[in-house]
């Protein structure tokens, strides 16, 4: 059985649809980062850098429990487990961790920047604005120019990379994107939305995701709160 401590966010839902499409047997622990739970001792034994998602397999390797942080390294431990969206042959594996890589590094970092400064900054910083969205456009750009070469990321064939980056893309409206510019991403988006297992993944706590409205959960997420030694 794995426990997975997560909330309903890209990164949360990259790992809810990985076990998902492997049809892994799993418990959720709701970690709810609009009240500060990722700062509670026991979540940081098991994610020392405050950010969900982690897991606890007690069917490890060789039958021993294991603990693991970051979404990236999750989804391939996930796939060593299921033997599944991981390619066995050792370029497709590279390119597949190579397109990992590229969500891990820009996707994420940079589409997060430009959701915050255009949705949740207190204040609206033109520059920063710009910049964001300027670089999501260009994201979307080099992803949309990939997939005018293969049906997948890495790939003809749907893999962790796909997984990993599919989420961060459905707040497109937010990230200043109009999809319609990019037709070979929205192609790829289409279909990975219409997949069964992710349905299912990002339903996974949706349910108990509330809109950040109030100062307090403002405060934790973006405020001092982040940067307290513990």
């Avoid at 497109?172 to 319609?180: L, P, R, S, Y």
């Amino acid at each position: 059985m794995i426990d997975v401590y997560s909330w309903a966010t890209p990164n949360g839902h990259k790992v809810h649809i990985m076990l998902e499409e492997c049809a892994l047997r799993y418990t959720v622990h709701p970690v709810d980062i609009g009240a500060g739970d990722q700062f509670k001792p026991a979540f940081l034994a098991i994610s020392p850098n405050n950010k969900i998602p982690a897991i606890k397999d007690s069917d490890g390797p060789d039958g021993k429990p294991i603990s693991l942080f970051e979404s990236g390294a999750i989804l391939i431990y996930l796939a060593s487990k299921a033997g599944r969206f991981l390619p066995s042959d050792v370029a497709g594996k590279y390119k597949a961790l190579e397109w990992l890589m590229f969500q891990m590094a820009s996707v994420g970092p940079m589409l997060g920047q430009a959701h915050h400064f255009r949705v949740y900054a207190p204040e609206k910083l033109e520059y920063a604005i710009q910049r964001y969205t300027n670089e999501a456009k260009r994201l979307y750009h080099v992803i949309d120019r990939r997939l005018a070469q293969s049906e997948y990321l890495a790939s003809n064939e749907y893999s962790i990379a796909d997984i990993a980056t599919w989420p961060w893309t459905r707040s497109w409206k937010n990230q200043g994107v109009d999809v319609a510019e990019y037709p070979h991403f929205k192609r790829w988006f289409d279909a990975i939305e219409g997949r069964p297992a992710v349905k299912r993944g990002v339903e996974v706590l949706a349910n108990a995701r509330k809109p950040i409205t109030d100062e307090k959960a403002r405060e934790i997420l973006f405020g001092a709160t982040q940067y307290q030694r513990r």
